[in-house]
Structures are given as C-alpha cells and as structure tokens.
C-alpha cells in the first residue's frame, strides 16, 4: 500500500512541471482568433474582424472586461462555448488581440 501511495506522489510529482508549464503565447491566441473550429457556425474572429477590423478601441478596456467581450462574441456571434476566463485560451487571445491592436497604430 505504502509503494503505491510513493508511486502516485511521484507520478504527480513529476507531472507538475508539465502542467505548470502551459503558458499563453501570441500564436496560440492568433490561431484562435483564425480558427472556425472555436464556435458552431463555421466563422472565425477573423471573418467579422479582418485585420483587427472593429477592435480600434480595445485599449479602453481593462483584460477581465475585454475577456468578457471575448466570450460574448464567441457565444452570440460564433454560437460557440465561452471560455474559461483563467485559461491559457483567453490569455493567449488577449495577447493577441493586443498584439494585433498594437500593429494597427500609426506609426510614430
């Protein structure tokens, strides 16, 4: 009994850094924002916001309020599921979207 209970320990153990390991990029997020697979109808972020189309003003909206925008558009426009709003899913597409904000700016 008591092996089997060092053979768990160990296993967790050495799946923590694994796990701990997932951290959102920009490209996740890119591909999310391109990817007809994130709701039900076959469309994307990116074909009713072609390079960052309609997200001029992101930068008024502080992450928790642009993660719930996020989720209402892939609910109500993509008829998809919202995601979680701690998961590298959101973050990465918040990098992006960020990212994607950023390269919309005139250039100084």
């Not at 007809?36 to 916001?49: A, F, K, V």
């Not at 309020?65 to 597409?93: P, Q, V, Y």
């Amino acid at each position: 009994m008591r092996q089997s209970i060092l053979a768990t320990l160990l296993i967790l153990y050495a799946a923590t850094p694994l796990m701990a390991t997932e951290v959102p990029t920009v490209e996740l997020g890119q591909k999310l924002f391109e990817s007809t697979l994130i709701g039900s109808n076959g469309n994307s972020c990116s074909g009713c916001h072609p390079d960052g189309k309609g997200l001029e003003e992101i930068d008024a909206y502080d992450d928790g309020m642009l993660k719930e925008m996020t989720n209402f558009c892939i609910r109500d426009a993509l008829k998809g599921e919202m995601m979680d709003l701690e998961s590298t899913e959101i973050e990465s597409f918040l990098l992006y979207l960020r990212k994607l904000h950023r390269s919309m700016q005139p250039k100084q």
